[in-house]
């Protein structure tokens, strides 16, 4: 039994722009795209590049076992949420192509696609086309539910804007994954999808004929569909240079046109929050938030030349450090002779994404096995989105934001996909980035980095108050050196900007580090107090009364006189 296969953001926030140091257009190096694979037995490679499967992908509605003790639960096909299995299980996944944007199709689609050139004009893609015609399992999509329609992606002209391969044609794939939970024997009612992960990307592309079939999904009581000649998938090497594939064609990727910035703009029916990572050049973005919650996400940028790596060697070839790797196990994913990827025989290649653990273990291990030095250096247009998951461990601040509260790109061919790490010691936001240190045609391969963080949530690590801070950038190499490399910090509009742009690899560390100045307290002058006021009783005054009994009178003189008994007082005469 197998599971599915599936082979592998009310307010208005601006970002940018970063800054960068220019970027080339760049054919491809063919001998990094093998047409067959090394002949004879025991060829090991290592293969990191970035949406090394999204040319693979075909949009899938599938029910899903749950997932708890069992690291492989089956999948099942369903054409729609009411379909047998999606209400018999209690976990329901969607991965879809997003579609433009039309009369029927409203929100979860693109809403434009366009290139500004050198003059700062905007030329708007049009005629998109779905490439290829179908899939096996496309499926309509439900604004009730937030869930996309599952379709292939789409191959839009933009007029006069020519790219490596001679044509306008451009293949934009923005891939949403989403999920639903709900009771297991019911119906979907009041659930809806929530988005996982994004990823949109753009290339270049021309139709190329040849003996290809495009990949299609089989869930858990299926077997491979086999094409006529044999075989359960295309021929083993077309995806690393096919933006996707079709049956007898492929939409081959090509160099971007120079100084061309492109630009795709997304209506999104329920928001994203938290973080954007990316392969792009001096990206603006926009990213509107309605009454409803629904969001627009719209970024331009140039595109990004990254190092590539994918070489093969024999076992007898591979450093001892390479070898015990495989024998212990550590390889994962890839595609070759499964049975025995961990064993010297055999041909099996790893393949890993640019982001994680695993891929900075194993590009370390490669780099003196390459002489450290790119197979190709091919220009790539792409951002992701971090997903709850893959935030979860960043920084409270950022974790628990509501919106979106940074953006952070590189060249590096391996980097931290996620948030910058608090260095609680060095009072810093650490990143760690890992590349080869040459390129494919033997030059130094310069680096670029920059950082996008709301001042807010900078403020919020940091402790800090609303006053202004101060941020430093430091590049450093493996041996703990500093580099020298082209800085700009500053804070404007609620962002605080840092970019590092000609620093060298393989695997320097970058560290940026704010500062506030501590507030000036003015001390109060000491105050006397004034003495207390005492009271002190006075003499009572006298008074004189004239008492009278019969012919005898008495004079009385006391504070309060009182006449003796049978006296009685005289009134005093009137004043005069």
């Known amino acids: 039994m197998k599971k599915i296969l599936a082979l592998l953001m009310g307010g208005v926030v601006l970002i940018g722009p970063l800054s960068s140091v220019g970027h080339a257009s760049d054919i491809p190096d063919e001998h990094w795209v093998p047409i067959s ?54 976990s329901i996944n969607s991965n879809a192509f997003l579609q433009p944007c039309s009369l029927t199709i409203i929100t979860n689609c693109i809403e434009s696609f366009y290139a500004i050139d050198a003059s700062g004009k905007r030329i708007e893609a049009e005629t998109p086309i779905n490439y290829p015609t179908s899939s096996k399992w496309d499926y309509a999509g439900n604004d009730a539910l937030n869930l996309p329609v599952g379709g292939t992606p ?25 999920y639903l939970n709900k009771p297991a024997d019911a119906k979907v009612t009041t659930e809806t999808f929530t988005l996982g992960n994004l990823v949109v990307s753009v290339s270049p592309v021309t139709l190329t004929y040849g003996r290809y079939s495009q990949n299609i999904a089989v869930d858990s009581t299926e077997t491979p569909e086999r094409t ?8 083993i090497d077309e ?78 070839e591979l450093s001892p450090a390479i070898q015990q790797y495989i024998l212990d196990g550590k390889t994962i994913g890839g595609q070759g002779s499964f049975a025995t990827k961990n064993l010297p025989s055999g041909i ?76 609680s010691e060095n009072q810093s936001l650490d990143y760690k980035v890992m590349a080869p240190h040459f390129t494919a045609k033997g030059d130094v391969l310069r680096g670029t980095y920059d950082l996008r963080i709301r001042s807010d949530v900078a403020r919020c690590i940091y402790g800090f108050s609303s006053a202004p801070v101060q941020a430093s950038l430091t590049i450093l190499s493996e041996d703990g050196t500093t580099q020298t490399a082209t800085q700009t910090v500053n804070e404007a509009n609620g962002w605080l900007s840092l970019s590092a742009n000609g620093f060298t690899y393989s695997s320097p560390t970058i560290k940026v580090k704010l500062s506030q100045a501590a507030p000036v307290v003015t001390p109060k002058p000491a105050v006397t107090p004034e003495p207390e006021m005492t009271t002190q009783a006075l003499p009572a005054k006298k008074v004189t ?16 006189p009182l006449c003796p008994a049978g006296y009685k007082k005289i009134p005093a005469p009137p004043a005069r």
């Open 228 to 235: 006529p000649n044999g075989v359960s998938h295309p021929s």
């Open 239 to 316: 995806w690393r240079f096919c933006a996707m594939i079709g049956d007898g064609t492929c939409e081959k990727r090509q160099a971007f046109p120079e100084n061309i910035q492109f630009g795709v703009k997304l209506r999104i029916q329920k928001k994203i929050a938290g973080w954007l990572h990316g392969r792009i050049y001096n990206p603006n973005a926009v990213i509107t938030t309605a009454a409803d919650n629904s969001q627009t996400i719209e970024v331009s940028a140039l595109p990004v030349q990254v190092p590539i790596v994918g070489e093969w060697f024999r076992w007898s």
């Open 154 to 178: 789409t191959v839009w002209k933009i007029p006069g804007i020519n790219h490596g391969g001679g044509n306008n044609d451009y293949m934009v794939q923005a891939f949403a994954r989403s």
């Open 545 to 560: 009364i004239t008492c009278q009994k019969g012919k005898i009178r008495k004079k009385i003189t006391a504070a309060k």
């Open 37 to 90: 694979w090394p002949q004879g037995d025991g060829w090991r490679s290592l293969y990191i590049g970035d949406n090394t499967t999204l040319n693979r992908e075909p949009s899938t509605l599938y029910a899903r076992e749950d997932q708890v003790g069992n690291t492989n639960p089956n999948g099942y096909h369903c054409a729609n949420v009411d379909s047998p299995k999606c209400v018999e299980l209690k």
């Open 348 to 423: 099996f290649q790893e393949m890993l994404g640019t982001s994680g653990q695993q891929a900075f273990d194993a590009l370390s291990l490669w780099l003196p096995q390459i002489k450290d030095k790119a197979s190709a250096n091919p220009s790539t247009w792409a951002f992701y989105n971090l997903n709850a998951n893959e935030i979860a461990d960043a920084d409270k601040c950022i974790s628990g934001a509501k919106d979106l509260v940074g953006i952070v790109t590189t060249n590096a061919t391996v980097y931290a996909a996620g948030t910058p790490t608090f260095n």
